[in-house]
């Protein structure tokens, strides 16, 4: 027989009416009977049903997430996978407000986060660079008593309760492998191109493929970072003039994003399907640059698992519960031209 809140009072040796306020977390208990009422919930083995106490008290959650407001594909499939998981999940009195932010502005981000009505918001989301001001940001919300994750690139030196997204630098080793069997033996260079280098998915990325080049194929040289700030002009540049001044770049490795740009300078340079190019994330472009050779290898993170995982963690921040560690794991998978899946 499953134990109940009356088993709990009688082993805690207190009322129904203190158990009731030690499980909602509400004010006005001592410490050292917080302690006595969760031990006897250990020792009992008691699971409570959440869902039902949460009907009966009709709760619901309001969750935030804030992304950059850029015109990456990526970006744009996250925010609609994440209004579609809202949807599925409002059966469960789950709500979904996807915020967009200037992508080059951490003090913008700032104070759209301190503006968010306590009242009204269950828990946060977001996808930004680690920045000293995000970072008294989160600490304020944290205050405040919202569970906060961080969303594809983490922010580990921030109060952040969890990270939801694949583990960038094994990412960037399987990058690395990737582009070293590709070449060969023959020595080579490759081109890095990164968005943002304050971008903690980015640098990830980068250290993880620099392990593996080192270790494993010393002939293949890994140039800097050339950085375009997600502008497709910049890339476009940066990329022209490295390839036509340092003839012995053989691969390129996109850290993410710019793929369109990316295949039409290639193409205008008459490189196209020459080069090995292997890059992150099945955005519809670089499907497209797979489809007709331009693009080797994508390395990707499901984007619906990374949307409906987000929403479960937070709701479990937000009841106190405990994270199933295997269903929110975010897989890493490596998709070629022969592999594509179907289009959604």
Known sequence: MRPTVIDI?????????????????????????????????????????????????????????????????FIQTLAAELTRAGSLAAASRVEVSVHRFPAEDPHALAAMLSALPEAEVSGVALMAPETPVLRDAIRGLRARGLPVVALVSDLPNTERDHFIGIDNRAAGRTAGVLMGRYLGRDPAQVLVLGESLLARDTIERRRGFDEVMLRDFPQVEALQTLETHGSATTLRQVVTEMLVNAPAVRGIYSLGGGYRALTQTLDELGLSGKLVVIGH?????????????????????????????????????????????????????????ENLPLSA
Request: a positive charge; aromatic letters at 2%.
């Open 9 to 73: 009072a009688r082993e805690a040796g207190v009322s129904l009416a203190t158990v009731d306020r030690v499980l909602n977390a509400r004010p006005g208990v001592r410490d050292k009977t917080i302690r006595a009422v969760n031990e006897a919930i250990d020792r009992l083995g008691y699971v409570r049903d959440l869902t039902a106490a949460n009907l009966a008290r009709s709760r619901s959650y309001r969750m935030a997430v804030m992304l950059p407001d850029t015109e990456s594909q």
């Open 281 to 337: 994330e099945l955005t519809p472009h670089a499907r497209a640059a797979l489809e007709s050779g331009a693009l080797t290898a994508v390395i990707m993170q499901n984007i619906g698992h990374l949307a409906r995982s987000t929403l479960r963690v937070l709701r479990a921040k937000a009841d106190r519960a405990v994270i199933d560690a295997g269903q929110e794991q975010i897989r890493i998978e490596i998709v070629l031209r």
